[in-house]
């Protein structure tokens, strides 16, 4: 902590997710004299609440697993995604450098990565696309290594019972433990970690979790300080350049200097109610974000009064999500994949390919919402089969679910379809005869409304023993259940409009000199889409990557 009030720096990063975190390393290690300052009292930003994934093509681990994958079959599947939402030189530098990012950490520091087999592309089946999975997560880490800074680490979205540690891969085999040898398998697998590290005094981390405990560690190992509880005010400003930034600590405002610039990498604004009500659909809330809890647009509104330009404030990394009273709001990825369940509107229809990117089953919610067809909330149904054999949330197949999900309404359950409606509030003719039709598909294996499990990466969270289509089985063994399914986020996507370097532009396109922007403060590289798993943090390391490098080149003042 300082002991005087003005300190003066290289560069200043404000934030400590992984694009903090990453330009802070790749920076030191050009010889700059670095600082981040956190906001919160915790490290590691959404990054430690997430899973931990990086879409990265072309990366170093795909062609000895026999992968095919290449910049031009890259390129080419952005622009079929992505598509000219964004500038193809962003797109570009991006393609180029993550996979050089990823090696750079190989080589540098202690974070390593590993393959998540079979997690295929968003959108596998168009051109460049590739089912084989470009993803990559970190491999899991002994926390204790990070000592007292361990109890600093950001908790994740949701903790595994019992202290058990899996990661993404172990996630989706885990899913299907009750049908497959595979699954049951990595259930053991994680139990009997759980075994030993309980025994040898290991503090496994996985997912976001290993990834930010990584970083953690490797800015011990270089000796970049982190200050926590030191939230940015305000940037400085000389001569046209910004020269620092104003923050508070204990209380009491300090002026950080930075010679060679400041780094905005404090995520983006899904915690500040004005915003999202400014700029995002409605109806929008709080409540339904799993983004960090301090990520409030502090950063963007900083570089907006100073000029800079803003791009796609309206959208966000989008997922349903349910939200149990007084807890917080559950991501739901794998759950609405297995076969069993299906997403109705307010008017009791389907509306969409349950198993689809998260993304696009928010999307559909928010452009068919109209006052008299309601699709906020939307209601997730399933049956007594799927309970028997799936994972919902943290709650494990055939075992109880716990009284007060049902006392308070999180958790609805009925004997016959007819009471459902009547207790969710919908059509009762519309949902009978929706779970009718629904059912007829899933006896002939063909979704003919919405095409549900025709794509590979419908088929990663489907159960392989169902046929001859893994993510469609009937609902037909009572009691059946209903959940509420909002519009959640990982974060919103919106943020400061950047070159390939991450310099902060005006809205004349000339760049602000000394300011840079990674993660979710910058408008992502990936427009409206979501291209793959890790489509977020890959880019996140990559442009806090990128900064640091273009950062070094300045000259200092």
């Not at 080589?107 to 079979?118: E, I, S």
């Not at 200097?257 to 500040?272: C, D, I, K, M, S």
């Not at 069993?340 to 969409?352: A, E, Y």
């Not at 889409?529 to 489509?535: D, E, F, K, L, T």
Request: glycine share 10%.
């Amino acid at each position: 902590m300082p002991t005087h009030r003005d300190c003066e720096f290289d560069l200043v990063v404000a934030g400590s997710g992984g694009g903090g975190m990453t330009a802070a390393l790749v920076a030191k290690s050009l010889g700059l004299d670095v600082l981040i300052i956190e906001k919160t009292e915790f490290y590691g930003g959404s990054t430690a609440r997430s899973g931990g994934a990086l879409w990265v093509p072309n990366h170093y681990l795909l062609a000895p697993a026999g992968v095919d994958d290449s910049l031009d079959k890259a390129r080419l599947y952005l622009q079929h995604t992505v598509g000219a939402r964004v500038p193809q030189k962003l797109q570009d530098a991006y393609l180029v450098h993550a996979p050089r990012m990823i090696e750079w950490l190989r080589d540098n520091t202690c974070v390593q990565f590993q393959r998540m087999p079979g997690y295929a592309d968003y959108y596998p089946e168009r051109p460049g696309g590739v089912a084989a999975s470009r993803s990559l997560e970190p491999v899991p880490f002994n926390g204790k290594l990070l000592g007292s800074e361990l109890a600093r680490l950001r908790k994740p979205m949701a903790e595994a019972p019992g202290g058990l540690a899996f990661t993404g891969s172990d996630y989706q085999k885990i899913g299907m433990f009750t049908s497959t040898w595979q699954g049951k398998t990595a259930a053991l697998k994680a139990t009997l970690r759980w075994l030993r590290n309980s025994l040898t005094g290991v503090r496994c981390l996985t997912m976001g979790q290993a990834l930010s405990g990584r970083l953690r560690y490797a800015l011990q190992q270089a000796g970049i300080p982190l200050w926590l509880s030191t939230p940015l005010r305000d940037l400085v400003v000389e001569h046209e350049r910004v020269s620092g930034v104003r923050a508070e600590q204990n209380g009491r405002s300090i002026d950080l200097h930075a010679r060679y610039g400041v780094t905005l990498a404090a995520g983006g604004f899904e915690h500040n109610l004005d915003m999202r009500q400014q700029y995002l659909p409605a109806p929008t809330s709080t409540d339904w974000t799993v983004g960090c809890v301090g990520n409030t647009g502090d950063a963007i509104r900083a570089a907006l009064s100073r000029g800079a330009a803003l791009d796609l404030m309206d959208d966000a990394w989008w997922g349903p999500s349910s939200r149990p009273p007084q807890e917080e709001p559950f991501f739901h990825v794998g759950e609405r994949g297995y076969p069993g369940g299906l997403i109705v509107n307010g008017l009791g229809q389907r509306f969409v390919n349950e198993s689809a990117p998260y993304i696009d089953v928010v999307h559909a919610m928010h452009t068919a919402h109209r006052p008299d067809t309601p699709h906020i909330p939307a209601y997730f149904i399933f049956d007594q089969r799927y309970r028997n054999k799936y994972l919902f949330g943290l709650f494990l197949p055939m075992l109880p679910i716990r009284r007060r999900y049902y006392a308070n309404g999180y958790i609805q359950r009925a004997e016959t379809l007819t009471a459902l409606a009547r207790l969710i509030g919908v059509d009762e003719a519309n949902l009978e005869h929706t779970i009718v039709r629904f059912n007829q598909f899933a006896d002939r294996g063909q979704d003919l409304d919405f095409q549900r499990g025709a794509s590979a990466y419908d088929n990663y969270y489907g159960d392989p023993t169902v046929k001859p289509n893994p993510n469609l089985a009937p609902l037909r063994q009572p009691p059946f259940y209903a959940v509420k399914m909002w519009p959640g986020d990982l974060g919103t996507k919106g943020g400061l409009v950047t070159d390939e370097w991450g310099n902060v532009l005006r809205v004349d396109g000339t760049p602000i000199a000394g300011l840079y922007a990674v993660g979710n403060t910058m408008a992502s590289v990936m427009g409206n889409s979501y291209p793959g798993a890790g489509a977020t943090i890959g880019p996140a390391l990559t442009f806090g990557y990128l900064a640091a490098q273009h950062a070094a080149r300045q000259t200092s003042i």
